[in-house]
C-alpha cells in the first residue's frame, strides 16, 4: 500500500513537472491572436473577434521606463494594440542594447544584456494581463544607417566578434536607409547582393532571433512583422518569415507573420503590392502602414480600398501599426486632425488594426488619439465592423471626403463625417418606417443627440457640429440596449 502510494506521488509530481515546462500561456492555440474564421479579415483573440485600435507615444515601447503606466492609459481607454520595434535608440538616455557591454566598452554578440530582455518580458507580460495585441516588428532600417550605426553593436568597431575586412561592413552609413547600401539586410544566401562575408553576422542574427522567440513564443498576444517600411528585396523578409515560423512549429505554436513595405503609399503603383497579396501563404496579414503618409483626404481612402480589393479571393487581416498625422513634414505626414481622418477611414474601410504613430509625426496618445478611441469603442456598443462593409453607393449628394459610410444595408448603418456635412443616406433597404439615429462626438469621444427617425427612401444626415462626427443609424428591433 504505501509503495502504490509513493508511486502515485511520483506519478503527479512527474506529470505536474511536465505540465509547468509548457507556459500557461502557450498551452491552447484556439486562444492565441488569429484570424477570425466567420471573416478572416479581422483578428479573434481568446476565441472571440476582435477590432485593434492603439496609440502610443513610443514604437520600441518595452524600453519605455514608464511602461507599465503608459499601457494602462492605453487600457482605460479601450486601447488593445501596441506595435513594438526592436530596436535601442540609446542617445535618448533611457535605452540598452542587447548585447552585453564590457568593461573597455566593446560589446559581445555572445553574450546577452539581461536588463533588454527583461524590460522585453515584461513587455509582454503587463500586455497580456491587459489583453493586449503587440505587433513585434524584427528589424528596422534606422537602427543600422546614419548616427545609430556610429553606436550599434553590429558596428565591427563596437564588438569583439568580428572585423571590417571579415564582413564588409563600412565604418559609416552616412545616407537615408532607403538607399539600401547596409549589408546587413543582405546577408541571406539568394538575395542579390549577398556576399559569403555575411554569413558571420548572419548567425548572429539567427541567435538573437531565436533569443527574442524564446519569449515571445510562450505569448499568445503576438503578431510579427519583419521590417519597418523595408525596402530591401523581399528575400531578406521572407527568410526571417520562413524562420520564425519554423521556430514556432517545433514547440507546436501557430503565428502569424508578414512584411511592412515602404512603397505601399503608392498603392496599385507599388513594386510590392502584387508579390505580397499573390503570396497569402507567405504573408499571413497585411501591413498597409505606409499608405497612411503621403496621401489626404479621398485619394487615401480609394487607395486604402483598392488594397482591400486584393484581398477579396483571399481574405486576410490588413493592419495598420502607423499611422501618420501629427507635426507636418516635407514628405506629407500630415496633422493631428489628418490622422483622425485616416484612422477612421480604416475602422469604416474595412481594416483589422489601426494604431496612432508616435510623437511628432503621429498623434500617439494625445488627447486627439484619447477622444478618437473612446468614440471607436462607443461606436461599438452599438455595432461591430465585421458585420458591416463599406457602401458608399448609399451615399448621395457628398463632395470628395464629406462622409464615409459602411453598413449592413437595411439593419446598421455607420456614416463617419472628418467635419461638418450634409449627405443622404439610402435607406431603401429598411422596412420599418422609422429608424434610430445615434451621434458620436469624435473630437470629443462623447455621445451626442439620440432620436427616431422618419424616412421614406432616404433620410438626411447633418452633422450637429462643425467637428468629427461618426452617425449609427439602427433599425428598429436591432439590441443597442447597451447605450
Known amino acids: 500500500m504505501c509503495n502504490n502510494h509513493l508511486i502515485l506521488r511520483l506519478s503527479l509530481s512527474l506529470s505536474l513537472l511536465i505540465f509547468t515546462c509548457v507556459p500557461i500561456h502557450r498551452q491552447n492555440n484556439a486562444d492565441r491572436i488569429q484570424p477570425w474564421p466567420h471573416n478572416p479579415k479581422y483578428w479573434q483573440y481568446k476565441g472571440a473577434p476582435v477590432l485593434l485600435v492603439g496609440g502610443t507615444k ?30 535601442s535608440r540609446v542617445n535618448r538616455g533611457w535605452e540598452i542594447y542587447r548585447f552585453k557591454q564590457l568593461e573597455n566598452g566593446q560589446y559581445d554578440l555572445a553574450q546577452w544584456n539581461d536588463d533588454y530582455w527583461t524590460r522585453f518580458q515584461n513587455m509582454l507580460q503587463w500586455t497580456y494581463e491587459r489583453d493586449i495585441i503587440v505587433q513585434i516588428e524584427v528589424w528596422d532600417r534606422f537602427d543600422y544607417s546614419r548616427d545609430e550605426w556610429l553606436t550599434c553593436p553590429w558596428n565591427p568597431e563596437n564588438n569583439i566578434n568580428y572585423s571590417f575586412e571579415e564582413t564588409g561592413f563600412a565604418p559609416e552609413y552616412p545616407k537615408h536607409p532607403s538607399s539600401d547600401l547596409q549589408p546587413f539586410f543582405h546577408s541571406i544566401p539568394g538575395m542579390d547582393k549577398y556576399d559569403t562575408k555575411y554569413d558571420i553576422f548572419r548567425l548572429y542574427q539567427e541567435k538573437f532571433v531565436d533569443k527574442l522567440l524564446s519569449y515571445s513564443l510562450d505569448f499568445p498576444n503576438v503578431l510579427y512583422c519583419m521590417n519597418n517600411e523595408t525596402s530591401t528585396s523581399s528575400k531578406w523578409g521572407q527568410y526571417w518569415m520562413k524562420y520564425i515560423r519554423d521556430q514556432a512549429q517545433k514547440k507546436s505554436v501557430t503565428v502569424y507573420v508578414t512584411d511592412m513595405f515602404d512603397d505601399f503609399w503608392q498603392g496599385e503603383e507599388s513594386d510590392n503590392v502584387e508579390l505580397v497579396f499573390s503570396a ?76 496612432h504613430h508616435r510623437p511628432p509625426t503621429g498623434c500617439g496618445l494625445n488627447a486627439h488619439a484619447i477622444a478618437s478611441i473612446k468614440a471607436i ?23 470628395d471626403n464629406e462622409a464615409y459610410v459602411a453598413a449592413k444595408p437595411g439593419t446598421a448603418y455607420a456614416v463617419y463625417f472628418p467635419e461638418t456635412g450634409t449627405v443622404d443616406l439610402d435607406m431603401r433597404h429598411v422596412e420599418d418606417d422609422t429608424v434610430k439615429l445615434f451621434w458620436i462626438n469624435i473630437s470629443t469621444g462623447e455621445w451626442g443627440d439620440t432620436s427616431l427617425v422618419n424616412f421614406q427612401e432616404k433620410i438626411r444626415l447633418q452633422t450637429p457640429s462643425n467637428e468629427s462626427w461618426v452617425a449609427i443609424v439602427l433599425r428598429k428591433g436591432v439590441d443597442n440596449e447597451n447605450h
Open 280 to 355: 497569402p501563404e507567405l504573408y499571413a496579414f497585411v501591413d498597409i502602414s505606409q499608405v497612411n503618409s503621403r496621401n489626404f483626404g479621398q485619394q487615401h481612402w480609394d487607395r486604402l480600398r483598392w488594397l482591400h480589393d486584393q484581398v477579396k479571393d483571399f481574405p486576410r487581416p490588413l493592419n495598420n501599426t502607423k499611422i501618420y498625422g501629427g507635426n507636418e513634414t516635407p514628405w506629407g505626414s500630415g496633422t493631428n486632425k489628418d490622422g483622425i481622418e485616416r484612422m477612421w477611414r480604416h475602422v469604416i474601410g474595412g481594416s483589422a488594426s489601426m494604431r
Open 377 to 399: 469603442r462607443k461606436m461599438e456598443t452599438l455595432v461591430k465592423m465585421w458585420d458591416l462593409e463599406p457602401h458608399m453607393e448609399l451615399l448621395a449628394n457628398r463632395e
Open 58 to 87: 513610443d514604437d520600441n515601447l518595452f524600453q519605455l521606463p514608464d511602461l507599465e503606466q503608459h499601457l494602462d492609459s492605453l487600457a482605460q481607454i479601450g486601447g488593445n494594440y501596441i506595435r513594438n520595434t526592436m530596436s
